[in-house]
């Protein structure tokens, strides 16, 4: 009964290959986002979207490609993966994008990027 | 641009203490949301507890509590009672109401440890 869920948990690979996280949410919300948290915990907003449209996408390097299938799901590619992109990944989802409702977050992906 | 303080990088209290964790924010927005969540070891984000700037009531979740000084830009949360269970990073975070921009801003966080 996991309200927002993230596969996979734990990621580790290697620099210059491709992934994916996917994110999905049961909660029949309409708005969904991802969050980076880096080494240092600071957690920051990357996209959100809306019914399957990008609302947000905050200044994150164009190697990072969110797709929105449906609106229950928001998944994350990172193509040509760089030491850097090595944090914790948050999926959350919210009711509604005009207001601001509280944000559910998923329980996270770690990424290891060696 | 909104940004939110956390000026106490680490705590710690005794189990059953009271503790107070400080944010500032900083915002020429009237309307807004203000949070403060939870991040245990299993690096689980848990809402803790939410004020609307335009209720004048400080919210309250069981042991949890905040002060919020809208005039200061404050709004610290009071944790009564404390367990061991309260071991976590906590983040004040922000949210403005105004459709596609209802991002959280977050503080840098506050680690807190219950010591038995």
């Known amino acids: 009964d996991t309200a927002v869920s993230q596969t996979p948990k734990y990621l580790v690979t290697q620099m210059g290959n491709d992934k994916s996280i996917k994110c999905e949410q049961n909660?029949?919300?309409?708005?969904m986002y991802w969050y980076k948290q880096d080494s240092k915990k600071f957690l920051k907003i990357m996209f959100s979207?809306?019914?399957?449209?990008?609302?947000i996408n905050e200044t994150v390097p164009n190697r990072f490609s969110p797709k929105s299938p449906d609106k229950a799901h928001l998944n994350l590619h990172i193509n040509s993966l760089e030491l850097g992109d090595s944090a914790v990944y948050f999926c959350?989802?919210?009711?509604?994008?005009?207001?601001?409702?509280?944000?559910?977050f998923g329980p996270g992906t770690r990424l290891l990027v060696l | 641009a909104q940004t939110v303080t956390q000026s106490q990088p680490e705590m710690s209290v005794q189990e059953a203490e009271t503790v107070t964790l400080s944010c500032t924010y900083d915002t020429s927005e009237n309307n807004y949301y203000l949070f403060w969540y939870k991040q245990p070891p299993s690096r689980q984000m848990i809402l803790v507890i939410r004020q609307e700037a335009y209720k004048q009531q400080n919210a309250t979740e069981n042991r949890f509590s905040v002060n919020f000084q809208k005039a200061a830009k404050s709004f610290s949360l009071k944790i009564s009672d404390s367990q061991l269970g309260d071991t976590a990073m906590y983040f004040c975070a922000f949210s403005i109401s105004n459709f596609g921009n209802e991002k959280l801003t977050f503080g840098t966080g506050t680690r807190l440890t219950i010591i038995p």
């Open positions: 979207y809306n019914n399957k449209e990008l609302i």
């Open positions: 959350a989802s919210s009711p509604y994008a005009r207001s601001a409702e509280t944000q559910y």
């Open positions: 909660l029949g919300h309409d708005t």
